[in-house]
């Protein structure tokens, strides 16, 4: 049988939908958008605020990623 490898993305992608997958209330997210493109990062972000608005899940992230911090309904940014 031959071994399948998942790359960055690929790997990224599959946690976040098994998080989704499992009905979580909160979802703790530490830079979910690191290994991927910026289209990619997009759809991820605009999931997120679809599963916070409207399903109603506490989504917490943690990023370095200006795009993704702008678009959060709260920030806490920690300094030093």
């Given at each position: 049988?031959?071994?399948?490898?998942?790359s960055?993305?690929?790997?990224?992608?599959?946690?976040i939908?098994?998080?989704?997958?499992?009905?979580a209330?909160?979802?703790?997210?530490?830079?979910?958008?690191g290994?991927?493109?910026?289209?990619?990062?997009?759809?991820?972000?605009?999931?997120?605020?679809?599963?916070?608005?409207?399903?109603k899940?506490c989504?917490?992230?943690?990023?370095?990623?200006?795009?993704?911090?702008?678009?959060?309904?709260?920030?806490?940014?920690?300094?030093?």
């Open positions: 049988m031959k071994e399948v490898r998942l960055g993305e690929q790997k990224q992608r599959v946690a939908a098994r998080t989704v997958a499992c009905q209330k909160v979802i703790l997210a530490d830079e979910p958008t290994n991927l493109d910026e289209d990619t990062a997009d759809e991820i972000i605009q999931l997120f605020q679809k599963l916070a608005h409207e399903d899940i989504v917490i992230v943690v990023t370095h990623m200006r795009m993704m911090a702008e678009k959060a309904d709260e920030v806490i940014m920690l300094r030093d």
